[in-house]
């Protein structure tokens, strides 16, 4: 297992962090010093699991920064705890399915959605779902980063497709009316 460290922490969550919660490099470090004199046992591992936490409660209602933050606590139990991060990988797809979601409700839209499984290429389970599309109902859940992964922590991911057809043409709604020909204007006389 490898050490979490502060220097592991700024430069792999830094850029993440100022994004989200707006901490520059140096209040970062405030910030820990502050954290540290009120949990002298905690460790640095303990501090970033406190700022994925504030980052989630930062982005309420900002499904893909949320994923993005879920994929990253999926990455850091299985590296920093050796742990499987699958547990979060799941609420990162989840995630995933609710922008989707978002993104298409309303039923304005030209043509119909759908979510199409982009695979981990060393996850024998997603391999076997690669290009695999789903409708997006409100009750989607992806068959991934579950029991049957093969992997500590899932990186699969989606894509949205329109859906088409057998021949593969890209189904649309509301397809252009045929016009019927419009009276020549002297039939206005008849
Ligand atoms: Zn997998």
């Not at 490898?2 to 970062?28: A, M, P, W």
């Amino acid at each position: 297992m490898k050490t979490f460290t502060y220097n592991v922490l700024k430069h792999r969550h830094g850029c993440h962090i100022e994004k989200v919660l707006g901490l520059s490099e140096q209040q970062l470090e405030e910030d820990f010093k502050q954290y540290q004199k009120m949990q002298p046992d905690a460790s640095v591992k303990d501090y970033m699991w406190s700022l994925f936490n504030r980052m989630i409660l930062n982005t309420a209602g900002n499904y893909l920064t949320q994923s993005g933050i879920y994929h990253s606590m999926a990455v850091f139990v299985a590296e920093y705890d050796g742990e499987n991060g699958n547990k979060f990988k799941r609420m990162s797809l989840a995630q995933e399915v609710n922008n989707a979601q978002i993104e298409t409700a309303g039923g304005s839209q030209s043509v119909i959605w759908e979510l199409e499984i982009i695979a981990d290429p060393d996850c024998e389970h997603a391999k076997s779902l690669d290009g695999t599309k789903f409708p997006i109902t409100n009750d989607l859940v992806l068959p991934l980063a579950n029991d049957d992964c093969t992997r500590e922590f899932c990186r699969c991911t989606t894509s949205r497709v329109p859906k088409r057809d057998e021949d593969g043409r890209i189904i649309f709604k509301n397809r252009p009316q045929v016009q019927k020909p419009k009276k020549k204007f002297w039939d206005f006389w008849k």
